[in-house]
C-alpha cells in the first residue's frame, strides 16, 4: 500500500524559509514523477513545482520561479520542496502527489503540474499548512 506524508509546514514570517518534505512508503519515488501542489479554500488546487521520472527535468510556476527548489532524495525515497523568500501569498495548504501511471513516463514536469497532469497522479499526502505571516 502506498502512503505518502507531508510535513513540514508552519507559520513563517515574509521573507523567511520552510522546507517541506514528503516521504513515501510501499513505493520508490524515483519510478514516477512528482509533483507539489497547494490550494486555498476556495481556490483550485495549483500546481507548484513537478519532476518528470522519465528524466528528472523540473518545472515551476512563475509565482515561485526563484525562490522555490524542488529535490529529490532517493536513498530516502523522500521529496523536498525548499522555500525561500516566502510571501503572504504562499500561504496554503501544500500537498505531494506520487505514483504516476507508467504509460506517461514520458510526460515532462510542465504536464505533471497542469490540470490534466495533476489528476493522473494515483497517491497523495494529507497535506501541511503553510502560514506566511508577520
Known amino acids: 500500500q502506498v502512503q505518502v506524508v507531508e510535513s513540514g509546514g508552519g507559520l513563517v514570517q515574509p521573507g523567511g524559509s520552510l522546507r517541506l518534505s514528503c516521504a513515501a512508503s510501499?513505493?520508490?519515488?524515483?519510478?514516477?514523477?512528482i509533483g507539489w501542489f497547494r490550494q486555498v479554500p476556495g481556490k483550485e488546487r495549483e500546481g507548484v513545482s513537478c519532476?518528470?521520472?522519465?528524466?528528472?527535468?523540473?518545472y515551476y510556476a512563475d509565482s515561485v520561479k526563484g525562490r522555490f527548489a524542488i529535490s529529490r532524495d532517493n536513498a530516502k525515497n523522500t521529496v523536498y520542496l525548499e522555500m525561500n523568500s516566502l510571501k503572504p501569498e504562499d500561504t496554503a495548504t501544500y500537498y505531494c502527489a506520487t505514483d504516476s501511471p507508467a504509460e506517461l513516463s514520458f510526460a515532462g514536469a510542465y504536464y505533471w503540474c497542469s490540470t490534466y497532469g495533476q489528476a493522473e497522479f494515483r497517491s497523495w499526502g494529507q497535506g501541511t499548512q503553510v502560514t506566511v505571516s508577520s
Open positions: 519532476i518528470s521520472s522519465s528524466d528528472g527535468s523540473t
Open positions: 510501499g513505493f520508490t519515488l524515483d519510478t514516477s514523477a
